[in-house]
C-alpha cells in the first residue's frame, strides 16, 4: 500500500476566547482534542459529526489556515505547517456558505483571480473555467457580478472554485448546504468522479444519506474526539447488525422507551419529537421477533405507523453521537 | 480532467503580480465607480488646490506654484493611502481573507500587484490636478521641467503606496484600519511640507515629517517647477526612493507577521 495522502496524529486545536462585557476572562475552548487518522489515495473520506465537533477546525488545520496547537498533520507528505505553501499549491478546498467571494466582481472574474493566484497556465485558463462553470452549472450566469447571486449559486461557485487547479487532495467542507435536490445531486456526482479520476477528497456533510452514497470511510467526531471509524456498513453494524422498527406513537405512556428497552432483542432505542406524536426508534438483533411486545410495551397509546427496516447511517450515527454525549 | 503543471516561479509571480494586481483592484478599490471616483478622486483634490492657492493669495506668503505643487503632488497620495488600507482591510470586510491566504500565491508578488493600478492613479489624480491648476490659475512650469516632474511625482506616489501597505498590513491585526489611514492621510497634510515650509515647523514636526513619505519629493517638485535641473533634486528623490523601500519592506514582514499570528491566533476571519 502506498503512503497516506492525508496523515492525521494527535491533532489538537484550543481557542481563546474572552467572554464577559466588564470583566474580561479568558476562556479555553477545545475545538479538536488529539484526533488521528488516514486517507489513502484514491479515498474519499466522511468527517460527519454534530453542530461545534471540531470538523471545520480540522479541515482549516489541514488546508494551513490554522497551526495546531500540538499534534502533527501531513498532506502528500508536506507537513501542514512547516511546508505550507507546497501543501497550498496540492489542494484544493470548498467551504459552504456564501462568504468568501469579490461580490464586486462577476463569477468569472473571481475565477480568473483564483486561477492566477493558483498558478494555472493562461493558456489552460479559459478552458478550464468554462469546464468548471459547465459542471456546476453557472454557464451563462458567469458574467453577472457575484453581489447579485443567489446563496446556492455562491456555494456552486465556491465549488468550481476550489476545483480550479485541478488538486490531488480535496477538502469539502459541506459542499452541498444551500444548493437545490438537483444541484446536490449533481455535485454528489462530481464528487464521485473526483474520486474515479483518483482524487483524495475528505468531506464533512449533515445529510447523512450523502454520505453513506459517497464515503468509503467514515470517522464520526463529537465533542472534538473521533468516536468511531470505519466503512458505513461497518458503522452500522457497529450500532446494531439486525433490524430497525420504528413506531409512531401518539400519547405514549410516560417512560414509553425504557419500556420498550425491557423487551428481549432490544440493543437501543432514540425517540424523535414529530408535532404531537412521538418516533420510537428501536435498534433490535438480527431475526427479531418481538414487534408485538414492542406494542404491548407502549400500552396504551394510539400507534399510527409500525414498520421494520434496515438500519441506516443516520441510525448508526446518532447512536454514535448520542452515545458520546452521555 | 487532468492539467499542466501550474506554471513556474517566476511566470507564475509576474502574473499574480500584473494580472491579479489588475483583477484586485476592481475588486477591492472602494472607489472603482465613476459615481465615487469623480467627486473624492477629481473633484475634491481641485476644490482642495484652489482652497489653499487662494488662502495663498490672500496671505500672500508664498506665490501660486508652492502651493499648486505642494498639493498637487499631494493629492497623489491620497489613492495611495486609502487603497493600501483597502488591500487588507476589504479582505476581511469581504471575508475573503482566508481564501487569499490559502492560496499558495506569493506574497509579494501580490501586494506589489495590487499598489501598482494604484499608483498609474495617483499618476491620473496629480496629472490632473497640475492640468486643472494650468487651466484655471495659470500655474506654467517650463516645458522642460514637466517630464523631471513628473518622475518626482512618480517616486512620491510610490512611497505613499508603500506607506498605505504598511498601514494595510496593520489591518491583519487591529481592526478599524480605516480609522487609522484617516490620520494617516491628516498627519500627511500636517507634516508633509505641503501648504508650510519646513522653516514654519518646530524642529521635533520637521523630523518625524522626513520620515513620512511625499515629504522630500513635495520639495524636490518645488525645486523642479521653480527651474531647478533634475540632477540639483536627485538627492532628494533619492532619499523619498529610501523611504519607498523602507516601508515596502516593513508592509511585507508586518503582513508576514501577522499572517503566521493570525493562524496561530485564529483571528484571520474576524472581520
Ligand atoms: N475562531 C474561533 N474562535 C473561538 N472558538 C472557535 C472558533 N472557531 C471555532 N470555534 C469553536 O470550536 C468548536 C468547533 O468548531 P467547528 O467550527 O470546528 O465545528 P464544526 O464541527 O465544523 O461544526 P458545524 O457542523 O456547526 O460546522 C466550537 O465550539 C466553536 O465554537
Ligand atoms: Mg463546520
Redesign the pocket.
Known sequence: MTAPVIEVEGLRRT?R?STGAVRRRTLE?E??RGISFSVGEGELFGLL??????????IKMLITLLVPTSGTARVLGFDVVRQSREVRKRIGYVFGGDRGLYDRLSGLDNLRYFAELYGVPPREQKRRIFELLDLVGLNGREGERVEGYSRGMRQRLHVARGLLHDPPVVFL??PTIGVDPVGARELRATMAALVSAGKTVLL?T?YMFEADALCNRIAV?AK?QIVAEGSPSALKAMVTDGVVVELEAYDPPPGGADALRRVPGVARVTVEERDQAQLFVVQAAAGFEGTPELIAALGDARLTRVATREPTLEDAYVALVEGASG | MTSAPAMTGARATLRVCLVGGLISYRALFNWISPALYIPTMLLGPVFQILFFVYLGRFVQLRDDSFFVVGNAVQISGMSGVYAGVMAIANERQFQTLSALLASPANRPALFIGRALPVIANGLIVSAWGFGVSALLLHFRPAASSLAPLALVVLVSVVSCTAWGLTLGSLGMRFRDVFMIANLAYYLMWVFCGVNLPESALPTAMVWIGRALPMTHGIQAAREIAAGGSLGGAAGLIGVELGIAAAYLVAALLLFRLFELEGKRR?TL?QA
Open positions: 481557542y476566547v475552548v475545538a479538536v459529526g454534530p453542530n461545534g465537533a471540531g470538523k471545520t477546525t480540522t467542507d459541506e464533512t449533515h467526531i472534538g | 485564529a476571519e
